[in-house]
């Protein structure tokens, strides 16, 4: 089946840097979501990417559709406290379930 | 504004016992989904529904079973509690299969003893 390969699994970070992750794929994908999930929530979608090439910011972060549609990166600049939590990627091929990567922990250190 | 419902937050379960996790959005979404989440790991689909009636596998059903009388309400049916079922789990709903994101619920954390 398909895989998702998600990395760094979890980043140290101090406040104020830039942080980048990225996901790959063996199989080419339609879709690429980006979500964050809180300690006791459900994931929120971020940013969503439908066109190979596209290159999509929300405030501080900005998400690509890589442009063989088998990778994607998520960046945030000048990282904050409550950028802290699990980041997940997400692509959706052509039979419209996404397939999700293991998660990126993102962790603030003191 | 509600979004996904998901009842009970937490459910400790002995080994055999059954129950039903409950969601509910009110999003008039035709699509809701289950999944599972354990630790270090992506999303697992369970199962899903395109609308009211209608439902399918994912990618690890066994074990599980749901329903969609009502385009509001997924409930997910575990019938005979193993630890393998030790997880959180998450409903969503979108609006199309076309994806422009799901909404999630906040989770039901079950622990099976």
């Known amino acids: 089946g398909q895989q998702l390969n998600q990395s760094p699994q979890s980043m140290f970070i101090q406040e104020g840097e830039d942080v980048s992750m990225n996901c790959t794929s063996s199989?080419?994908?339609?879709?690429w979501l980006w979500y964050k999930q809180d300690p006791g929530e459900g994931p929120v979608l971020l940013i969503a990417l439908y066109k190979a090439g596209e290159l999509t910011s929300n405030g501080r972060l900005t998400a690509q559709f890589g442009i063989t549609r088998k990778d994607s990166f998520l960046n945030i600049s000048a990282s904050i406290p409550s950028d802290v939590g699990i980041y997940f990627c997400a692509g959706q091929g052509s039979n419209y379930q996404l397939i999700w990567g293991a998660g990126t922990k993102l962790i603030i250190k003191p | 504004n509600a979004g996904v419902t998901q009842t009970p937050k937490f459910r400790i379960l002995k080994i055999g016992q059954s129950m039903t996790l409950q969601c509910a959005q009110d999003m008039n979404h035709n699509y809701m989904y289950w999944y599972r989440q354990d630790p270090g790991m992506g999303l697992k689909l369970i199962y899903y529904?395109?609308?009211?009636?209608?439902?399918d596998k994912g990618e690890v059903p066994n074990g599980y079973n749901v329903s969609r009388s009502t385009t509001e309400d997924f409930p997910l049916r575990l019938e005979l509690a193993a630890p393998s079922q030790t997880s959180v789990y998450f409903c969503a709903s979108s609006r199309t299969a076309a994806n422009y994101g799901y909404t999630f619920g906040s989770g039901t954390r079950l622990t099976v003893v």
């Open positions: 529904s395109v609308g009211a009636g209608i439902t």
């Open positions: 199989s080419i994908f339609n879709t």
